[in-house]
């Protein structure tokens, strides 16, 4: 199944089962936002989880363009990424947790004709405030699904104050054996979906208050999902991530989880700039300009003579149709050239000045503002550079 035929049977099953479309949001979302991106699907519809009535009704679904620094040094592996799509689920209000499970295993088993037998799920096992999911243990005890209860992990939000709860994960088996273990003991068991209960309201003292509306929200990636449909190894070998992996492997030479990295990071900033980010010192600017910096860091470890602009357009206008933008890809490869040129030229100059307060012993607190407020040396490109030369 390719993605599009992935979301295509996603929002058919949700349709059907009369859900709308709710709107997707950019990666950026709206001011007075405390987070920076868009992190999930149920990111921009926090107001009516928290009880505004939505336009579209009570049952939405749709696919999100999302951003997690949270999984960033993750990145490298088979399964993170730093720009994914999800797939997401609402009711708001209407239906609970039971009923929001059998359809999601329905559509997984049915829709999707993954094997019962590679299924596994985890509920919240409790806490000192709130009590165990019983509903969620016994709705997947009776579709023959193995559960695993946890506590923390098992807990939902988006940040430290806003819509919360306790949510219901399912995993599936990515092995080549036969399953074995629980998600907690062999993490080939994968994550792909999440079925959060949003009743409870944190608020800035760490006080939880009921919603007014028993909501859930659910989450599955796409990239992942599509890995477990194609029997991919990894989600780098997915539609969405092939071309870039292809477009770096034909020009240079990497491990698997340097490829990975500058695979992860090159689309993510291209999807970023695509937003309308620029890169800067602070706030987006900023997490932009670190993944095109871990990305470079990278490619330059073995050839500092290796440049972004040494990739074709192709992966560039790949990413911005897929994740539905409308920006060109000739100025978004321009910001980036311009971008490296200036990492360039701050390792050039910052070498010979870190090399030289190295040499006086360790770096100290004092060195670092030096570093930074007179020569624009950020800490950690500093830190790199004293990687570098150890
Ligand atoms: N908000 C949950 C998540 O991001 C489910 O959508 O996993």
Known sequence: MTPEQIVRTFLTHYHRLDHRDAPESSLIPPPGDPVLFTTSGMHPLTPYLLGRPHPGGRRLANVQRCLRTTDLDEVGDRTHLTVFDMLGSWSLGDYDIATSLRWGHQLLTEGFGIDPNRLHATVFGGDDQVGPDETAWRTWTELGVP??????????????????GPDSEIFVWTGDGPPTGTPGTDDRWMEVWNHVQMRHHRHDDGRLTPLPLLSIDTGMGLERLEMVLTGGRSVFEGAGLSPWVEAVQDRWTLGEEELRIVADHLRSAAVVLGDGVRPGNTGRGYVLRRLVRRALTVLWRDDPE?????????????????????????????????????????????????????????????????????????RDLVDGLLDEAS
Do not use: I
């Open 147 to 164: 559960v695993e209860a946890n506590g923390a992990d098992n807990w939902w939000s988006n940040g430290p104050t806003g819509p919360c």
């Open 306 to 378: 290796r440049s972004l602009t040494e990739l074709p357009d192709d992966p560039y206008a790949d990413a911005v149709r897929r994740f539905r933008q409308a920006a060109a890809v000739g100025p978004l490869r321009d910001l980036l050239a311009d971008e490296e040129r200036r990492f360039r030229g701050l390792l050039r100059r910052g070498r010979p000045l870190v090399d030289r307060v190295r040499a006086r012993g360790p770096l100290t607190e004092r060195d670092y503002h030096w570093l930074h407020d007179t020569h624009g040396l950020p």
